[in-house]
């Protein structure tokens, strides 16, 4: 399974000028619209919160339009990433979608899956995701342990039940940082409860530290490098015992002992994507710019490693400020 996720959980931004926009105009390109603000969740680690406190406000049917417009006319796009906040809670998201539909214009859609809960609503997106190319991005990162987290599992179980495309985020942080092998564990076993016939693949993401509040780094953040490559370790030998595929993203492989058997083998077009990014606040000429190779630091003694290919690299800022390890490539 083809995984080109973008997230919606950015760090540093690269703000570039027409100019330098323009030479990625056909170099590995996607659109990421964030349509909203609004949130049914309260991630510790939500780097979208200032704008969720603050109420921004969404962007309208008639910016999308006029946006998409022009990066069509501007770009060339390889596919459009639309997220939030929670995407689903936009007035007009049935009317979005539909309208990228239409346009022949191939979508993922970054979900926490609370909504997709409801089956009345659940049923009005399913002909989008049925037939077709389009996927459906889940945030999966605590066992059902409360009432929001069994209702982000009924979410996911519609989605399991319809065989949609389906890739799962597990954001790796304090709370769940213990429990990361026996989440893979009951998502596994769901995947085989509902005989999910696809390619399965689960994502375990490290925090970003670029722009998360500092307030939410604090009481989120794992810091403390020999529990994390542990309990990431014993995730990704459970995920290999059970054939299911890991991809660490902002971990690399060379902090593991073992490295995964199935390899996610899209990392490094993901990390070479660029991704043009529209909100409220950045339209238009104005948009923003994420580029991943930036972002996430690797060595020159990473070209010559045999996985380099399916190593993220990791947010410099670990090595740096938290004094994580540096790489150490296989020979």
């Known amino acids: 399974m083809e995984i080109d996720f973008i997230s919606n959980l950015v760090g540093e931004i690269f703000i570039m000028n027409q100019k ?7 170099n590995n390109l996607a659109a990421l619209f964030k349509i909203t603000s609004r949130c049914n969740d309260f991630c510790k680690f939500c780097i979208e919160r ?3 406190e603050a109420e921004r406000n969404d962007l309208s049917f008639e910016e999308i339009k006029n946006n998409f417009k022009y990066l069509k006319d501007n ?3 390889d596919y ?4 939030g906040g929670e995407p689903t809670l936009h007035p007009d998201f049935l009317k979005i979608i539909d309208y990228f539909y239409d346009k022949g214009m191939e979508f993922r859609i970054i979900t926490n899956l609370l909504r997709l809960k409801d089956k009345s609503f659940f049923k009005k997106i399913l002909p989008y995701f049925s037939l077709n190319k389009n996927r459906i991005i889940g945030s999966v990162n605590d066992l059902p342990i409360n009432k929001m987290a069994i ?6 179980k519609n ?3 319809y065989k949609l495309p389906l890739m799962l985020i597990v954001v790796v942080y ?13 998502l596994a076993n769901l995947f085989k409860e509902y005989k999910y016939n696809k390619s399965i693949n689960i994502e375990l993401r490290l ?3 670029e722009g998360t509040l500092k307030s939410l780094l604090k009481d989120s953040l794992p810091t403390d490098f020999k529990e994390i490559k542990k309990f990431v370790q014993k995730a990704v030998d459970t995920a290999d015992s059970l054939g299911v595929t890991t991809t660490l993203w902002n971990f690399p492989l060379c902090y593991l002992d073992k490295v995964p058997k199935l390899l996610d083998r899209t990392i490094q077009k993901r990390r070479q994507r660029k991704l043009l990014k529209v909100n409220k606040d950045f339209q238009l000429a104005d948009i923003q710019t994420r580029d991943f190779e930036e972002y996430f630091r690797k060595s020159k003694d990473c070209l010559d490693c045999p996985y380099n290919n399916y190593c993220s690299g990791i947010d410099n800022a670990y090595i740096t400020k938290y004094h994580f390890p540096k790489f150490r490539p296989f020979y």
Do not use: H
């Open 20 to 26: 330098e926009l323009r030479k990625y105009k056909k």
């Open 159 to 161: 989605v399991l039940k």
């Open 174 to 186: 304090k709370d769940n940082l213990e429990s990361l092998a026996e989440l893979i564990l009951y």
């Open 75 to 77: 770009f060339s796009l």
């Open 207 to 209: 925090m970003y530290i």
């Open 80 to 83: 459009l990433v639309i997220t």
């Open 151 to 156: 209702d982000r599992i009924e979410g996911l």
């Open 50 to 52: 200032k704008f969720i």
